[in-house]
């Protein structure tokens, strides 16, 4: 079954520059969530989209965007990138709320960054 | 305000021995969903197990079991004979529904407890 795919798996940045993470949730999935995972952390909600409108917000600092696109797959752009940016960044999806799937969440892989 | 506090911030255990990760939640929400997560080395996030808030029936799968107890808001999580490959970091999770009322995958979760398995 398709899962969460999220790229690059692996990103390196230098301070004050600027990095897009991407995400392709499971197909027909409505929801996409974005969270970051400092070291030694757990992991922290950013942001939210549903149907691609932004539907939640959380701790994500003003240097950070995040779209959804008509074709579901969204990006987070971070900008002015400092060393504490340093995380893994998990993208995750649900499907359309109701019945037995409601509360149903899938988390990608995760893309590592790291500022130098 | 969601909270999530897993007491324990390290177990290590010999193989073979059970094991019991602590979650206590805080939620005023009537309904909600708990999760349990493992995150190896490689750090990746592997669902374990998911649970709604109507719903306290305690579940086994294989040598995972988990007591959910709304009483006490506790939804524990015990290893029967543990082995060495689950070694990894476990998070308990909560959700919420989000602001826009139309999912329930705003996740608060606990800070996390890492369990090394020795041989």
């Known amino acids: 079954a398709a899962g969460v795919i999220q790229s690059p798996r692996h990103l390196i940045k230098e301070k004050r520059e600027t990095a897009t993470l991407k995400c392709y949730p499971i197909p027909r999935h409505d929801t996409v969530y974005w969270y970051q995972q400092g070291p030694g952390q757990d992991p922290q909600f950013l942001i939210s989209f549903y149907e691609k409108m932004q539907s939640d917000k959380g701790s994500i600092p003003d240097r950070f965007s995040a779209q959804q696109f008509s074709d579901y797959h969204s990006e987070l752009n971070m900008s002015s990138l400092e060393l504490g940016d340093s995380a893994l960044y998990f993208c995750a999806s649900s499907p359309p709320r109701g019945g037995t799937n409601t509360g149903e969440l899938f988390f990608g892989e995760g893309s590592r960054l790291t500022v130098l | 305000a969601q909270k999530v506090t897993q007491a324990q911030t390290e177990i290590s255990v010999v193989e073979k021995e059970d094991v019991t990760l602590d979650c206590v939640y805080e939620?005023?929400?009537?309904?909600?969903?708990l999760f349990w997560y493992k995150q190896p080395p490689s750090g990746e996030l592997v669902f374990l197990i998911r649970?709604?808030?109507?719903?306290?029936q305690n579940e086994i799968s294989g040598r995972y079991s988990w007591n959910f107890q709304k009483s006490t808001s506790s939804f524990n999580f015990t290893i029967t004979a543990s082995q060495v490959v689950d070694s990894a970091v476990y998070f308990c999770?909560?959700?919420?529904?989000?602001?826009?009322?139309?999912?329930?995958?705003?996740?608060?979760f606990g800070q996390g407890t890492i369990l090394t398995v020795h041989p």
């Open positions: 649970r709604n808030s109507f719903d306290e």
């Open positions: 939620t005023r929400d009537t309904t909600y969903y």
């Open positions: 999770a909560l959700s919420e529904e989000n602001a826009g009322g139309t999912s329930y995958g705003k996740l608060t």
